[in-house]
């Protein structure tokens, strides 16, 4: 039989009619997937299927943040206005519509027990709702920056919120504040995860690092080195044994005794944006433009305890393989009594469910008024709340029937089939004839962008290569031009020339940047950040800025009256990886000057007598007020463009408008 693969991509289609900006998985059945787009829609997805299921309406501005409710029976989605709308998916109609945030929704979770839904914001804030009161229960303050993820705890009274300015937070619902909060990352943390079993959390960090931290002593257990690329979500193996994290173009397989990675992939799927595990498999999604492309990780060929790296070591050449009894699972935790504790609050959560206390939690909740909705949220017309069912088939085979009570036992999903280790490395072979009367299944609609493509899409080829010369076009165009045979010589020749200005540019780039790197590690930051600017390339201006943007510490007045006209400039440019790295580096330079330029801004030294350091920080705000402002015009006109690239941009419009306050 021949070898399978590991990894695989499973499917990629075009998801929506323009951007792609959010999607989730469900983790119940690991099969349903639901996205959200810049063109104010959410589709339903069957995992491993090309067709829409169904398109969910009724945003009046781009979804950014959805999620499945844990029996995949609701879905609820968040907007960039603020504002959040729950479906119920077997009654394909609108359950609630919720306004209160002051900016785009960027994480959202459900409740595992009563009718909650808890969301976080650009706006700083956390909000708990109750879906079946139809408002906010109350907010959670503590945050600095977006709150980019938040999870509720398996017993449902505590929320972990994670957020960009690098703080994890625990909160306590009934009491209404925050109880506690971990410092260790030194980047913004992007995900965080309960252990299913144990008083374990997990956290992922844009500092490339994951950390797991102890639930009954508040204290950090273990932390990974280092990786290679950032952290962008995170989720435990349901069994607890091991925790999978994935990050751009890679997943890796982590243990937290010690903390450590026992496996890694190298997947192709870019930023990843969600995972799930399903019958013996990992299944991950990602997207970009248009596009949403579905991996696959076979969970039998995956290490997931340090036992099996033990295993494969005893079983290596030379040694004769003998089983290796399993290590017994140490808690996480210091006291010896963690798992008893947990199993004992797992029951009692359970018992006091089923007796109908939970409802006494809700009536213990801290609640506060509910805000009056701002003027850019949504108002509720359920009239525009459309939920468009584009596959019947599919719909009542994937969403209807959930709540009926069956007579036999559900049938048990099927792992997706891998390929052959060698298909694409394969020879193109003649079918028995035996095999040529198998009916060819019928090809799709042309929605489907081919996971094995080996050719650009949309592009003429014919423009990339040399052009013919006159001679060699015939005068009869009914015969195919005669081109010249070109030797060995010749062919590498016009290969080389178009590569020539290239290999210039980039060992231009390479000179400059060792300049700079010699003077950044002689310690004078503020002469290299001068050196950069004086080499007139964007490109190396970029390179500095996204390591000054890692470095929040780094940033002063004095290096703001620099970077800020190379900020401006790179803004305009015509490269959107440009735009981007300019647009995060001004949100730094907003989040932490903004308030000190406005202020002295509008409060001059007085002419009584002399403070010299309080007039150097004038002149020095002044020339930086000048900058935001010339900054600010060409924000204004960048805000209507689609996509997250131009969310950024409105972003930056509302955080400059606050120099003005």
Request: aromatic share 6%.
């Amino acid at each position: 039989m021949a070898a399978t693969k590991r990894a695989w991509k499973l499917q990629e289609f075009v998801a929506h009619g323009s951007a792609v900006n959010c999607l989730a998985l469900g983790y119940k059945s690991g099969r349903v997937m639901v996205t959200g787009g810049e063109d104010k829609k959410v589709n339903m997805w069957a995992v491993g299927k090309p067709n829409c299921i169904m398109s969910l309406s009724g945003h009046t501005s781009p979804v950014e943040c959805v999620r499945f409710g844990n029996a995949e029976e609701l879905v609820v989605a968040g907007s960039q206005s603020g504002s959040l709308k729950i479906w119920d998916l077997e009654a394909a109609k609108i359950v609630r519509t919720l306004t209160g945030h002051k900016s785009n929704i960027r994480s959202l979770d459900f409740h595992p027990y009563g009718e909650f839904v808890a969301s976080g914001s650009m706006d700083t804030n956390i909000k708990l709702w109750d879906v079946r009161r139809k408002g906010c229960i109350f907010t959670y303050k503590g945050h600095t920056d977006g709150v980019n993820c938040i999870r509720f705890s398996p017993d449902g009274r505590w929320i972990a919120s994670a957020g960009e300015d690098s703080s994890l937070k625990m909160w306590d619902l009934t009491a209404g504040k925050m109880i506690q909060e971990f410092k260790g990352h030194t980047g913004p943390v992007t995900g965080v995860e309960f252990h299913p079993n144990e008083f374990l959390l997990a956290s992922g960090s844009a500092d490339r690092t994951v950390k797991f931290w102890d639930l009954e002593t508040f204290q950090l257990v273990s932390s990974t080195g280092a990786e290679s690329g950032a952290i962008r979500c995170i989720f435990f193996h349901p069994d607890g044994k091991c925790l999978f994290g994935g990050s751009q173009d890679a997943l890796r397989v982590f243990a937290w005794e010690p903390g450590r990675c026992l496996d890694a992939f190298s997947m192709g799927w870019g930023k990843v944006a969600d995972i799930s595990v399903a019958s013996s498999q990992l299944i991950g999604a990602s997207f970009s433009q248009t596009n949403v492309s579905v991996y696959i990780v076979d969970l039998n060929t995956v290490t997931c305890s340090p036992s099996q790296i033990k295993r494969a070591q005893m079983s290596g050449p030379g040694m004769v393989s003998q089983p290796v009894p399993s290590e017994p699972a140490k808690p996480p935790m210091s006291a010896s009594t963690s798992h008893l504790n947990s199993l004992n609050k797992t029951f009692t959560v359970a018992l006091g469910y089923k007796l109908g206390l939970f409802d006494l939690l809700s009536s213990e909740m801290k609640t506060e008024p509910e805000e009056e909705p701002s003027a850019s949220n949504e108002p509720e017309d359920d009239s525009s709340n459309v939920a468009q069912i584009q596959n019947p088939e599919d719909y009542k085979e994937v969403f209807q029937g959930r709540t009926k009570i069956e007579r036999t036992p559900p049938r048990k999903l099927e792992p997706f089939p891998a390929p052959p280790e060698d298909q694409s490395k394969a020879k193109p072979y003649k079918q028995p004839a035996r095999e040529q009367k198998v009916k060819q299944e019928p090809v799709k609609p042309a929605t489907i962008v081919p996971a094995d493509r080996n050719k650009p899409a949309d592009l003429n080829m014919a423009e990339f290569l040399p052009k013919r010369p006159d001679s060699a076009v015939s005068a009869d165009p009914r015969r195919p031009p005669e081109v010249p045979e070109q030797s060995e010589d010749e062919v590498l020749s016009s290969v080389h020339k178009g590569h020539e200005s290239m290999c210039a540019v980039l060992g231009n780039r390479h000179r400059n940047l060792e300049i700079v790197r010699a003077l950044w590690t002689s310690g004078d930051i503020k002469t290299s950040v001068d050196s950069a600017v004086g080499m007139k390339d964007l490109s190396v201006m970029v390179d500095l800025l996204n390591v000054l943007i890692l470095k929040h510490s780094l940033w002063t007045l004095d290096l703001c009256t620099v970077l800020l006209p190379q900020i401006h400039e790179l803004m305009a440019s015509k490269y959107e990886s440009y735009c981007h790295t300019a647009c995060n580096a001004l949100k730094i330079v907003l989040r932490s000057f903004s308030s000190i330029i406005k202020t002295n801004v509008k409060a001059p030294p007085s002419g009584h007598g002399v403070d010299i350091s309080r007039e150097e920080r004038y002149k020095k705000c002044k020339v930086c007020h000048g900058h935001l402002m010339a900054i600010r015009g060409l924000v204004e006109k960048k805000q209507s463009m689609a996509g997250k690239l131009g969310s950024t941009f409105r972003e930056l419009q509302i955080m400059l408008n606050g120099l003005d306050d």
